[in-house]
């Protein structure tokens, strides 16, 4: 080959993947700010998420629009199609399936390519979850600067640990929960070795873990009392000091197993995917440790009412079934990862250790 026509393919070469990482980025961008967009206009995001959270939305926005620059360099090096790209493809095409303008020759290769697949689920996990987490984390966060003080300055003794020290341990537990998962819904990255491996591909599977979280979750209340959620409370009266202290500190247990499980997950934490099997802490003794102890502490919350409002067991009884078709749902999902067949060859349990 010649040396001009080798420079004429090195040029080539370089326009394509200018071409591409053009394309990458705009497409990128773009899927961003419409984002944003969209949770300005919806309703449900107008009023849910305070103006710190929509303006911590806006700044995260700008460091990926910016900090995505290096990570599409080396993809489009690669020829490798951004998520928002192939978000957009994807989005074409069924558009244009829809209007019949598609080839028999690419319906027959799928309307939707798998990859794009993939991409489309991740950008609606990430736009689903991302908000929520970051308004729980933020709103969790509140109420510990506000709880600092009496937390710490109060004597030490059964009351005020019932009064004061226990429902500040809860909201600190919780704040880092929603922090750890709003971090692993917002970053994925070859260092964290926390990539999207797939998603979630069923509707019972999706429904299972949608219900569980706003808007969808309000519409469980009970009107006009709101009722059962009214009586789920962590300050529930257990009718004096010391039966007050004892579900307390066995609360307290439940939420620091649930933040062990967490913990071990860490960037890994999102609902809906797979980021690769976690066999860790106390994943080595049971499969759905954070459910398990989720599910304890909301029975415990609810056992003085248990007799004053006879919807309380049902009502438990129905949560504890959609929790457990979320662990059925996922275990059928990741079971196509041959490393979750393992891990469930070697840990038999789901929720309680030697019976289930």
Known sequence: MSVESGQVSARESSEKYMALFVSNFVANTTLIWLTILFYNVNRFYINFLSPEVKFLLIAISVVFTVGQIPVLVRGSKRGDFSSGQLFFRALVRFLSDALGKLSPEERAQGVVRPNEKLAVLIV?????????????????????????????QSPISMRTFNQHVFPFMVVVIYTIFTVIYAFGYLVQA?????????????????????????????????????????????LVDFGGVVPNFIARVTMVSCLLIMLWAVATLGSKCSNL???????????????????????AHWWITLLPVFISVPLAPVFMAGWTSIYFLRAITEERHLRSDPDYVAYCEKVKYRFIPGVY
């Open 124 to 152: 609606v996990v990430k736009v689903f979850f991302v908000p929520t987490m970051l308004q729980f984390a933020y709103m969790n966060w509140s109420v510990v600067v506000a709880g600092w003080s009496p937390a710490m």
């Open 273 to 295: 995917t797979n980021r690769g099997i976690v066999t860790g802490g106390p994943y080595r003794f049971i499969r759905h440790p954070h459910y398990a102890f989720k599910l």
């Open 190 to 234: 070859d260092f964290l070795n926390n990539k999207i491996k797939s998603v979630e591909p069923t509707v019972m599977g999706w429904a299972c873990t949608l219900i569980c979280y706003p808007p969808i979750v309000g519409l469980t209340a009970i009107a006009p009392k709101n009722y059962p959620w009214d009586y789920l409370n962590d």
